[in-house]
């Protein structure tokens, strides 16, 4: 028998958890201001508002999961602030009257500048910026009566994964042949999460108890250099390996000293300067997963860029 999952939010995260509970014969409804979602017969696409209470109680009704994918309306301390923690709380509270668990996408913001691998043990107690947000954010999760689950992965890549720093900075500029630009550094280990890895990884949690009001670790392939990364795309396109150059860390602060959007990136470079390596091991052992390898999950990245490039424009 099919049951209910809500899914609230659309991007890369929302729109392939949706996407996995459909194909599995899972009633999905989707939750999105501008009704979007996948096109799927499993799949009811309903204009809500999450961030309005009154909104949630119908919707959530009956759902087994909800899947809680929105993010902030501007990349920016200030915003995720002003607006972050009241919506998670109007979903636990909906939720909690459900009976349903909430399962959450989450950064390694809270984690903070690390030395060595990030593992679930690793303290998340971050205070400043974006990252003290974050931190925030699990305390309330771990604070609700509604049972949570936050599954924690690294930078994106995958298909819908476009704003991400292996997504439209890097795949869409390998296939055009064109001069890949990084941040900070090109030979350092850093840890890329794909999309559907983490998406398999919220199903599972939510399906097993046991993990409920924990932080796990997505299935998280072993770390590459952002050049690396950049040579696998290639690889799977078939195109030669295009030239790879650097936005130095000094020039991204400096002009996130006259612009607040760059500053707010800039806020996060500590995560290109030095290693930065999320170990989930013990989190596949606890979901019974593993990472997808490398070459399979960059063909279907290529591939679906190469559809979305094709595709005839919207009119």
């Known amino acids: 028998m099919s049951t209910l999952q809500v899914v609230t939010g659309a991007g890369p995260v929302g729109w392939t958890v949706a996407h996995q509970l459909a194909e599995r014969g899972d009633r999905v409804r989707v939750l999105t201001r501008s009704g979007s979602g996948p096109d799927h017969p499993h799949v009811e696409r309903m204009r809500v508002d999450v961030s309005e209470p009154g909104a949630l109680e119908a919707a959530f009704d009956g759902a087994d999961?909800?899947?809680?994918?929105?993010?902030?309306?501007?990349?920016?301390?200030?915003?995720?602030?002003?607006?972050?923690?009241?919506?998670?709380?109007a979903v636990l509270d909906a939720a909690g009257r459900a009976g349903s668990v909430v399962v959450f996408p989450e950064s390694l913001y809270s984690y903070g500048p690390v030395d060595g691998p990030i593992t679930e043990d690793t303290p998340?107690?971050?205070?400043?910026?974006?990252?003290?947000?974050r931190t925030e954010l699990l305390r309330q999760r771990a604070d609700s009566a509604t049972p949570t689950v936050s599954v924690a992965a690294s930078d994106f890549f995958g298909p819908h994964a476009l704003m991400a720093h292996a997504g439209e900075r890097m795949v869409p500029v390998v296939l055009a042949g064109k001069t890949v630009r990084v941040?900070?550094?090109?030979d350092v280990p850093h840890s890329f999460t794909y999309v559907p890895d983490l998406a398999a990884a919220?199903?599972?949690?939510?399906?097993?108890?046991?993990?409920w009001n924990s932080v796990l670790h997505a299935p998280t392939g072993p770390a590459l250099t952002q050049r690396q990364m950049v040579h696998?795309?290639?690889a799977a396109a078939g195109v030669d390996n295009p030239k790879v150059g650097v936005l130095p860390a000094w020039a991204v602060r400096a002009v996130g000293a006259v612009h607040a959007p760059t500053r707010e990136l800039?806020?996060?470079?500590?995560?290109?300067?030095?290693?930065?390596?999320?170990?989930?091991?013990?989190?596949?052992?606890?979901?019974g997963l593993a990472p997808t390898p490398l070459a399979e999950a960059t063909t279907a990245t290529v591939a679906w860029w190469r559809a979305r490039d094709a595709a005839p424009a919207p009119r």
């Open 183 to 186: 941040m900070a550094a090109l």
């Open 124 to 133: 998340r107690a971050a205070t400043t910026g974006k990252m003290g947000v």
């Open 65 to 89: 999961a909800v899947y809680h994918c929105t993010h902030g309306s501007v990349y920016s301390a200030a915003a995720w602030r002003r607006e972050l923690p009241a919506t998670e709380r």
């Open 202 to 211: 919220m199903i599972a949690a939510a399906e097993n108890p046991t993990l």
């Open 232 to 234: 696998a795309f290639a």
């Open 266 to 287: 800039a806020e996060m470079l500590y995560q290109f300067e030095r290693p930065f390596v999320l170990d989930s091991t013990r989190s596949e052992r606890l979901l």
